[in-house]
Antibody, heavy 117, light 110 residues
């Protein structure tokens, strides 16, 4: 089955760290760029970060640059997002998405990250 | 990286047509033919409805169509049905592997 399943969300204190994972199945993972998109409670979608398929080039939104790191393990069909120096405004559901050039044709259900003391 | 501008809500009766606008700048919507639209029901993952401005993935009803003029893209739902009630988001490529989403539009079927 073609799917993406996120994990790793939870409650973390401001300034803390969390590592999200996204397990991919049903397609040739290494052939595609992968992206993290987040959605704050009651808010819209926000592009967070993208990593290309084979070369592993990475790109970040200004709001997370220097704090978040995207990575992938093509041998395990897994995408990661290491989040450091977390702030209250990072609270959101984090979705991973498979990118065909210039659009996202497969999304995961998301994992909730709550940053609160 | 400012969000694209969408109306907060639109509504229509079953069978009617509704159009959602998505306004950006010449650096995103106006600069590329890479606008996509996503449907999201509450608590669900977003679903691709339109890509490359006006192309429809297999399985998406032809009631959904997309267009673009200048810095504004549009999604039209013709023959509105109850299951179309959802949030809709536009997304545009903005160069240098950067993407920007709209704030979302709630479609209500009266």
């Amino acid at each position: 089955e073609v799917q993406l399943v996120e994990s790793g969300g939870g409650l973390v204190q401001p300034g803390g760290s969390l590592r999200l994972s996204c397990a991919a199945s049903g397609f040739t993972f290494s052939n595609y760029a992968m992206t993290w998109v987040r959605q704050a409670p009651g808010k819209g979608l926000e592009w967070v970060s993208t990593i290309t398929g084979s070369s592993g080039n990475t790109y970040y939104a200004d709001s997370v640059k220097g704090r978040f790191t995207i990575a992938r393990d093509n041998s395990k069909n897994t995408l990661h997002l290491q989040m450091n120096s977390l702030r209250a405004d990072d609270t959101a559901v984090y979705h991973c998405a498979k990118e065909n050039p210039y659009y996202y044709d497969l999304w995961g259900q998301g994992t909730l990250v709550t940053v609160s003391s | 990286q400012s969000a694209l501008t969408q109306p907060r809500s639109v509504s229509g009766s079953p069978g009617q047509s509704v159009t959602i606008s998505c306004t950006g700048t010449s650096s995103d919507v106006g600069g590329y033919e890479y606008v996509s639209w996503y449907q999201q029901h509450p608590g669900k993952a977003p679903k691709l409805m339109i890509y490359d401005v006006n192309r429809r993935p297999s399985g998406v009803p032809d009631r959904f169509s997309g267009s673009k003029s200048g810095n504004t893209a549009s999604l039209t739902i013709s023959g509105l049905q109850a299951e179309d009630e959802a949030d809709y988001y536009c997304c545009s490529y903005a160069g240098s592997y950067i993407y920007v989403f709209g704030a979302g539009t709630k479609v209500t079927v009266l």
